[in-house]
């Protein structure tokens, strides 16, 4: 049985369960603002009194500010004990899942329950083949605040169908910044989302099949499943640039989670300006594995074997270790495989307890402030033996060459080594212009001296873009934690884009990681799906094609006399309908266009905005303007994949603007559905496909 909101009755009832909803949510706020008062008044001292008050401000500022939005989106009815597969735990109970938990009067069970819940999985999970114990599953729909309708699906009697609320949600259009999808999370992605913690994944997924939300929500899934685990690391999300960060900068917050860090890998790594620009063959070069152990054979080339004694002088006294013995101690050190710069102090603290030992001997008396002096003392040997030194010093002397003789460029050619190496070094490391290369390479030889700061979890988007050297700046953060990576092989469009995830999970240091394959698209309309995935044959990416969940949207390729002009109609009549407009242009296209679109008195900033193609990755817009793909397919290396990146980015609508012919890949039959004008959905919007017109 289907319904909507026709059965008042039962709707009636649904809106008094709103208002018991948001009379316990001001119960919550009023609690959580009267503990701040408590907290800061009762904890035992300053510290705990700083740091509960500051939680609890944080949670009473967070409920307050929260827009109010619904305070549920589903509900299950389970089955009366002793019915087909009824959950012995909740035989006879009903749940309303929502964001965030909700706690009934004076400690009753809670009006809502928060849909990382364990019982909620089942709103996720169940179907009309497993039912688990769920006699009816609804679905509510809300037009902002308000409710109106529901949808049920009685599980129990094998009622399982396409929910009309779920393909509203999906086929919305859209605008602003990326929302959350709690409420039609598929079981598919709920099976990443509720991955355990030691768990690590790696998601090659299509466009649009949700594997940036799986991400953020697995995040959230996280922190609430494992919340002490994950309180001393906590999470961290690595999206392409700063752009798609924007973008999905409230999802997090919106699900009541604001202390996950989110950020790039540059911005994670960054430690000096980037001012330099690399050719591509020295960036290929120093983004390969390969420059890890020229980098660390620089490093630790620095130690030399002691060949004479050390000595302290103290008052008429010297303490003395023998070359043999501090010979041992750097050996052994060394072996121990610690961090440069621990190894470092580990040296000049086994010294200093050889020679506490000796004054012990003769009857002086040791204390910390002796040992310390004494380390002082040891610092000039110890600068010869195991140097202090910073990393960019490390990068510098590399770059400048100065290894090469010594055998330091190890398994790279002659070639790869010149390409590399600086015509002009700087003098030192601190007036040398770095490249973002450079910063990779940096944050390699930083790892070397001591550990980064370790998260529970890591989350990777767009991981195909990375490079060998940046996988390991990713490893080193996760190494006592997990990785979820996502990506899809056929949008790598960097030089050193990964062509197969065991590789790629390997050099993230998790060889064994298993991966998944995520093949529905919610994004892409089908007639759009079709023309992307001609071009994936000849990206050779070895991954499946796209499958639609969208039946609506429409696809229309048009051929122009002018692009400027083309691009200004198909935009104009873009921002008659609904929804954010983008229009995606060759980098070296996208001033030109967006000049011509003000010209065309478009106004540019608000709803429409014109995007370089290389910043567009992980974004989407509900109508996108195409402009001229053959530029962008031949502006670089991947080009034709930059192309799939482009094609797969609209939600509604997608005009193709040419004037130029189009890639062969992408001209020809249309294959399946679509090939030419109108074929007409159920929801009564029409597909088509033409390969001529004028605008
Ligand atoms: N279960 C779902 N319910 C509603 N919307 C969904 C669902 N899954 C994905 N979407 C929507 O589909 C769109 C694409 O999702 P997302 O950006 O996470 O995909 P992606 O796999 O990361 O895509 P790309 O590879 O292109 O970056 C988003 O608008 C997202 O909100």
Known sequence: MFMDAQDLDGLTEELRHVERCRAGLSRMLDAARGNVIIGETVAGDRYSAERLGRHLKSLAKELSEEPEGPPFFGRLT????????????????????????????????????????????????????????????????????TLTSYEDERLGHGEERRSRLLAAEIERPRVGPM???????????????????????????????????????????????????????????????????????????????????QTTLDGLIASVPVRAVDGERAAAVKHDARMAGVLRRALYGRITKPVEPVTVAEGSYRWRVEEDELRRIVDDTRRDALPYGIGRERVRARVVALMRRQAEARGHSTNAAWERRTGRALGPWLDGIWPAVRAEQVVHEVLSGRWAAAGGKGALS????????????????????????????????????????????????????????????????????????????AQGTTPWAARSWPELMAALGRPEARVVELTTGYRVPAAVVELANRLLSALDAGVPATRSYRSDGRLRVTEVAGVERGVAAAAREALELEGSVGVIAADADAERLKAALWDAGLDVGGRLSVVPVTLVKGLEYDHVVLAEPAAIAEAEERGLNRLYVALTRAVSRLDVVHARPLPPELDGPAAGAGSEAGAGSEAGTRESFSTAGSA
């Open 78 to 145: 389970f089955g009366p004990a002793g019915s087909p597969a009824a959950s012995a735990e909740h035989a006879g109970r009903t749940y309303y899942i929502g964001r965030r938990h909700i706690p009934g009067e004076h400690g009753g069970a809670p009006v809502v329950i928060d849909w990382r819940a364990p019982v909620a999985r089942s709103f996720y999970r169940a179907g009309a083949r497993d039912p688990q114990g769920v006699a009816v599953r609804r679905r509510f729909g809300w037009a902002g605040t």
């Open 179 to 261: 929302r959350d999808i709690v409420a039609t999370i598929q079981p598919e992605q709920d099976d990443l989302v509720r991955a355990g913690l030691d768990d690590s994944i790696a998601v090659q997924g299509a466009p649009g099949t949700g594997k940036t939300a799986v991400g953020l929500h697995r995040a959230a899934y996280l922190l609430y499943a494992h919340r002490q685990r994950l309180q001393r690391g906590g999470v961290l999300v690595l999206g392409p640039n700063r752009a798609f960060l924007g973008y999905i900068a409230a999802v997090l917050p919106a699900l009541g989670e604001v202390d996950v860090e």
């Open 414 to 489: 002659d070639a790869e080594w010149a390409a590399v190496v600086w015509e002009r070094p700087a003098r030192t490391f601190k007036s040398a212009t770095w490249s973002a290369a450079d910063l990779v390479l940096i944050d390699e030889v930083a790892g070397m001296l001591e550990r980064p700061r370790g998260y529970g979890h890591v989350i990777v988007d767009e991981a195909q873009d990375l490079s060998p050297m940046q996988c390991r700046a990713v490893a080193r953060r996760a190494e006592h934690g997990s990785l979820t990576v996502l990506g899809d092989l």
